[in-house]
């Protein structure tokens, strides 16, 4: 539990690569206002993109498309050839089939559109950090089944359509949900309103009224467990775990 604890708190380091500074800054502002996330580095072309590289070794590198003198699609071969243990997501102001084509068989993480939007790259940004801890978990256990595939495969996929519908009920907001279903994907055996209160640091009534929210759409089910006491409490997992 401690492995999956020190796992589910670890912060993701992001390099910017892009040559427009001004860009550059507003993309780190956007980045470090998403929880777990923190920026490293900023490099403006290829020769400080390589050098922090090797420097820094980030989890994760925000790449420009259009750098001066390059191409961002022979970066991102570059990055995938010499720095596995990274991933890269794309961004672009050519809406280029080919581009994203590229993109996407060179192994990005993702691809977006410029001008850069906070709430588009923030959905990517918590889809990757749910992959990147399940990833760590997979690696300290030094097993994997289908299950884990499978739950590795859906944290890249878009189709999260019960998170990022638009249409929640009153009094549920997006990003406290999506950080329950991380703590409780993270939790093998499942957690209590109690303990998922004192995980996202919100009260126990407010941990349990999402928590039933996400039992009702289906992204989790619910059990009771006899405490020390014998007073039954529910307990909360996802199905697919």
Known sequence: ??????????????????????????????????????????????????????????????????????????????????????????ITAAK????????????AFDYIIKPLVFNRLQETLMRYLNFHRELSRMN?????NQSDVDRLMSGTSKKETNLDTSFLPKGIDKLTLVKIVQAISSASDGLTADQIAKEIGVSRSTGRRYLEHLVSSGDLYADLSYGVVGRPERVYRRKNA
């Open 140 to 144: 300290e256990s030094g097993m994997i």
């Open 96 to 107: 280029e089939i080919d581009a994203i084509r590229d993109a996407i068989r060179s192994g």
């Open 1 to 90: 539990m401690e492995h999956q604890k020190e796992n589910q708190n670890q912060t993701v380091e992001v390099l910017i690569v892009e040559d427009d500074v001004k860009i550059a800054e507003i993309n780190r502002r956007f980045i470090e206002k998403v929880d777990g996330f923190h920026v490293v580095g900023i490099a403006t072309d290829v020769g400080q993109a390589k050098e922090q590289l090797e420097i820094l070794t980030p989890h994760l590198v925000l790449l420009d498309v259009y750098l001066p003198g390059a191409n961002g699609l022979e970066m991102l071969s570059f990055i995938r050839q010499h720095y596995r243990e990274t991933d890269v997501i794309m």
